[in-house]
């Protein structure tokens, strides 16, 4: 079996439970994907939905690799622009946020995962999210109408995003979904998809969930 990490370093994803890998036949192509986990130490919801991520993955033929951000050690962004004009495509910070923007980079599908905050992110993943500024290029573009950074490489991966909120909440739920799609935008995703979970859903609506944002996002 061929077991690849995207180019992530060994051990970054120490104590995950779950990492499934497909091997290569006859030279085909397998479709790569990330989870970044953004919820906490104790949020055992987000590590079931996680669960359930891998699950469809798995049954796609993907391969797949969840990062749980609080098991990783990585600085936030100090806004100096490093990756800009120091070294190109590099953070200037030498620590485990280079191994997640490089599988991000590396990745056909990436998935963020998330409680959602006032509507947004996570702390942690909002950090992480930061810190692949440097995967654009510094110069600016019009397209349709509105300015955006050009692309630095060929390719950029598809965007799917999972919140998960206590109970319904039309207007963090309107926030979050408006927020992955201009996230997407900025990141040069070709194709986005979001989706609200809600605490103690039942599991077979978490499913048809997460299918239906694979399917949106490209991943059928």
């Known amino acids: 079996m061929n077991k690849r990490n995207f180019g992530v370093v060994s051990g970054l994803v120490a104590g995950v439970k779950r990492i499934h890998f497909i091997p290569h036949n006859n030279?085909?192509?397998?479709?790569?994907?990330i989870i970044l986990n953004g919820g906490g130490h104790d949020d055992v919801d987000l590590l079931n939905i996680q669960n359930l991520i891998?699950?469809?993955?798995?049954?796609m033929g993907w391969e797949y690799e969840p990062l749980v951000l609080h098991k990783i050690r990585f600085a936030s962004c100090m806004g100096g622009f490093g990756c800009f004009v120091k070294q190109p495509g590099?953070?200037?910070?030498?620590?485990?946020?280079?191994?997640?923007?490089?599988?991000?980079?590396?990745?056909?599908m990436v998935i963020l995962l998330s409680p959602v905050t006032f509507g947004?992110?996570?702390a942690l993943l909002k950090k992480a999210l930061e810190r692949l500024i440097g995967l654009?290029?510094?110069?600016?573009?019009?397209?349709?109408?509105?300015?955006q950074h050009k692309k630095r490489y060929q390719k950029y991966p598809a965007l799917a995003a999972i919140g998960v909120l206590d109970k319904e909440d039309e207007e963090a739920r309107h926030i979050f979904k408006t927020l992955v799609s201009r996230n997407a935008l900025n990141i040069l995703s070709p194709s986005s998809a979001s989706e609200v979970i809600i605490r103690n859903e039942d599991m077979e609506v978490a499913m048809a969930k997460i299918r239906g944002i694979f399917s949106m996002a490209g991943g059928k």
């Open 54 to 59: 891998c699950d469809e993955l798995g049954g």
């Open 27 to 33: 030279g085909k192509y397998t479709m790569r994907a």
């Open 136 to 147: 654009t290029s510094p110069f600016i573009i019009e397209t349709k109408g509105e300015f």
């Open 120 to 122: 947004g992110y996570s």
């Open 90 to 108: 590099v953070c200037t910070i030498k620590d485990r946020g280079r191994d997640i923007a490089r599988a991000f980079i590396n990745s056909d």
